[in-house]
């Protein structure tokens, strides 16, 4: 099933702002659904609700653990304005709230010109192909289903993750969606959280670290293609850490950035 | 006025979930409330709402300026977990809606010790002391009256924003609040936005860049005295530019980060 299929969503005749969908199978880590599924899904409704406008800036709040089964998305448009329109978003299955979406939608039109004013000081990361790059295959449990969905080349300097982590907490890669779907707006929402957690690199004794926040910020449409990516983290203190998504199409235009902040299992 | 006087928010017993508050004069940017005293405003009562916790993940989308007047704050507390709150929070004045917000709420106790993983790939900025860097002072225009009610000390080397800009992007300098009033958890959310906007040092001619989305995480809350801050722009694209912010502790430790997607005007 593409992520076109997996994160449909329909209205509600009965109950303006509602959306029902289904949770996909196939999209969990060890029968969670994966962070960035999950958002693309309460995005697909928000975007809907803001007539069509797509994610330029969009946060989720992580409350509890996607299964698959029916939930429902609630938006509330808090503003629509000529260039913007801003949507706050729960998805809830029977029993709880699993996420809370805010985000500002907007037009974003490939084929509208560049803006004059680019300035870039940050290079995509420098990766071999992606046929000479180390596929993560799925498994029931580690590699995760989800990966089944995705297709995922990893860096083979960042690749040792599990076994002899590098001590670096990075992952550069390739992304794309499997049998090439093409990546819209909504699977660069799931590219931002498809990769290994940076920590699984980062040479620690720490197995899990579960994602508070996710925000992310959609540049541009990508042209097909794969998409190279980089995760990294420079801050895992307090008890937290951050891991920083940039993503860049094939033509060298970054497409999407983002910010996950992370919590340490307590000591 | 302090900022604690400022940002204090009073419940409304009629209407659960909701506080009132004033915007106080004097934290304006040409008659615009600050945007990150306005997210403390909001912050304050999220907190409220949270029983006391405060703010680990927030964001805010700015949907209209404030002005100095009175608002309501309402909050809906989505979830309340051992460690985590998650809520959010609308502004609105007599006209419309002001700041949709979104944050997730933990006790931050300065007496815990640190976690025991810890790493840090960065360092705080090297900057000259506070008494070497350049101070700014508040006009009616520029610098904004809100230059008041915070001190900045910036890098001398990042100072000549207006007249010869740098060329980079980046504005480094000190940070505290006014007569040393002592830098909580909602004074580290007005230092996330206290910086002028980096496009002032890019020699770009671009004049202003109003925030779309802020979003800050608070790792520490910061021992006394001035506060080491670096913002950053690295993407200039797609119409937008993200500032990326780090605050340090005079002990060396990161207290804060945040990062805020700003837009760019119209070709």
């Known amino acids: 099933m593409s992520l076109a299929a997996a994160s449909s969503v329909t209205p509600d ?3 303006p702002g509602r959306h029902v969908a289904e949770i996909a199978p196939g999209w969990d880590i060890v029968g969670n659904a994966n962070g960035g ?9 928000g975007a809907d609700a803001a007539d069509g406008r797509l994610p330029v800036s969009i946060t989720a709040h992580y409350l509890a653990p996607g299964k698959v089964g029916p939930i429902e998305l609630d938006s509330e448009v808090l503003r629509v304005g000529g260039r ?14 699993l996420l809370a979406v805010l985000g500002t939608y907007a037009e974003i039109d490939p084929a509208t010109p560049a803006h004059p004013t680019e300035r870039v000081d940050a290079s995509p990361p420098d990766m071999p192909s992606p046929d000479d790059c180390t596929p993560v295959e799925p498994t029931d449990t580690f590699p995760p289903p989800f990966m089944g969905k995705i297709e ?32 819209d ?11 290994p957690p940076t920590i699984f690199n980062a040479g620690l004794p720490v197995a899990w670290t579960p994602t508070v926040e996710l925000t992310a910020h959609i540049r541009r449409l990508p042209r097909a293609g794969w998409l190279r990516c980089q995760f990294t983290t420079r801050f895992i203190t307090g008890g937290f850490l951050e891991e920083d998504g940039e993503i860049w199409d094939d033509t060298g235009q970054l497409v999407a950035q983002s910010r996950q902040l992370a919590v340490l299992p307590r000591a």
Chains 1, 2 share one sequence.
Request: hydrophobic content about 40%.
């Open 185 to 195: 707006a909504f699977g660069l929402l799931v590219a931002v959280d498809a990769f």
């Open 84 to 97: 913007f329109s801003t949507v706050r978003t729960t998805m809830a299955d029977a029993d709880r709230t």
């Open 37 to 45: 599924y999950l958002l693309a899904l309460a995005a697909r409704a």
């Open 13 to 15: 005749p009965d109950r």
């Open 152 to 183: 995922l080349r990893l860096h083979p300097d960042d690749a040792s993750y599990g076994e002899t982590p590098g001590g670096t907490p990075r992952f550069r890669g390739w992304f794309r969606l499997h049998d090439e779907e093409p990546v």
